[in-house]
């Protein structure tokens, strides 16, 4: 990956790591880009866990119930999952803090537990669909090769069969 730009940009806001060389231990501003006035506070740490990441967000309660949230957690999403190496992202609140729970399922994130009055949210990385383009493509050269050798049946199995390769090596080199 390329050199990382700051600050980041959502719609509305703009999210700035305080020391760009450690944007994994310090904490963030999150200012609104019209204005540049700061709103809240942001932190991307380890999980603990190989792969995963969370996150917390903290907004002045005049900037709460705006949609900043959902747009914050959204977007850091898009963001971490630009690592090869990151595979999910995670964030806890409080249970009884509708506001929070709503921006994260608002964003796309699932209640993966409930534990000690705090419910546990994540994304995980979209898997990458090479497999299946590339077995689609198959059948279609295959149907054509078939014609073409007058055998149908082998033409197809040859193009599904290196459909299937094709998408499963772009696959396994788009994870590493």
Not at 17 to 34: D, G, S
Not at 40 to 64: F, K, N
Not at 111 to 133: F, N, Q, V
Request: charge should be neutral; aromatic fraction near 10%.
């Amino acid at each position: 990956m390329g050199r990382l730009r700051f600050p980041l940009r959502t719609d509305h806001l703009t999210l700035q790591p305080e020391n760009e060389e450690k944007i994994w231990e310090e904490p963030w501003a999150v200012r609104l880009t019209e204005s540049g006035k700061p709103i809240g506070t942001l932190t991307v740490g380890s999980a603990g866990i190989a792969g995963e990441v969370t996150i917390h967000a903290e907004l002045e309660p005049t900037y709460q119930n705006r949609g900043y949230g959902r747009e914050i957690f959204y977007f850091l999403a898009k963001f971490v999952f630009r690592f090869r190496d990151l595979k999910e992202i995670s964030a806890v609140c409080e249970h009884e803090n509708d506001r929070c729970v709503h921006a994260l399922e608002k964003a796309g994130y699932v209640l993966r537990e409930h534990k000690d009055g705090k419910d546990h949210y994540s994304m995980k990385k979209p898997k990458t669909a090479w497999t299946g383009l590339y077995l689609g493509i198959g059948v279609c050269a295959g149907l054509t090769l078939g014609i073409v050798l007058s055998n149908l049946w082998a033409g197809i199995v040859t193009g599904v069969l290196a459909g299937i390769v094709v998408g499963f090596l772009l696959d396994r080199r788009e994870n590493r």
